[in-house]
């Protein structure tokens, strides 16, 4: 089996931070949601 690390680290890659993706695609951070708006 998968060690607890190693799980948390495909699922941190798997979804990334939200704020992350929030400063990506909202430079102002006037929004920060789990995924951006398009």
Partial sequence: MLS???KKRNR???FPD???ISDR?????SAHKPF???
């Fill in 4 to 6: 607890e690390k190693k």
């Fill in 12 to 14: 941190r890659n798997r």
């Fill in 18 to 20: 939200p704020e992350k």
């Fill in 25 to 29: 695609f909202n430079p102002n951070k």
């Fill in 36 to 38: 951006p708006a398009f």
